[in-house]
């Protein structure tokens, strides 16, 4: 039996704790906003917070991630401020990659709510983008970042 915290909501699930975290969020859980790309941990469409830092979750057992808090895209408000500025923004081409590129996005601007181009370019090329939508990610950050100084929380 393996407990875990996933969107402040407690799951026991009877499942084998060397499983991904990736497969229980979207096999056991159905919260399929976390997507499975490479299953290597290079690409981050499968990034979700584990206690407030983004994590890929395929490279984390359900053994693991017990007894810590976990959030995907699900669990993000509606009004999050990088959520709000990748609609206004029209960040996404095909979307595939982009709750990680957010889950990413959230965690980063809570560490460093005024990044440069640099430290965006540095931080998000963990995540891939194979639209090669960088330039409107690293305008919809900014204006995240802009959204949160007005009073917006991430």
Known sequence: MI?????????????????????????HIQLTG?????GIGECGACTVHI???AMPSCQITAKEAEGRKITTIEGLADNNPVRLA???????QCGYCHS?????????LAENP???????????SGNTCRCGTYQRIRRAIHS??????????S
């Open 144 to 153: 995240a970042s802009e959204k949160m100084e007005k009073g917006g929380k």
């Open 114 to 124: 005024k990044p440069t181009d640099e430290d965006i370019d540095v931080e998000m």
């Open 3 to 27: 407990s875990l915290n996933i969107n402040d909501k407690n799951y026991h699930l009877e499942i084998e704790e060397d499983m991904p975290l990736l497969w229980v969020i979207r096999e």
């Open 86 to 92: 990748w609609i206004e923004d029209e960040v996404p």
């Open 100 to 108: 990680g590129q957010i889950m990413r996005a959230v965690s980063f």
């Open 34 to 38: 976390t997507k499975f790309s490479c």
């Open 51 to 53: 206690d407030g830092e």
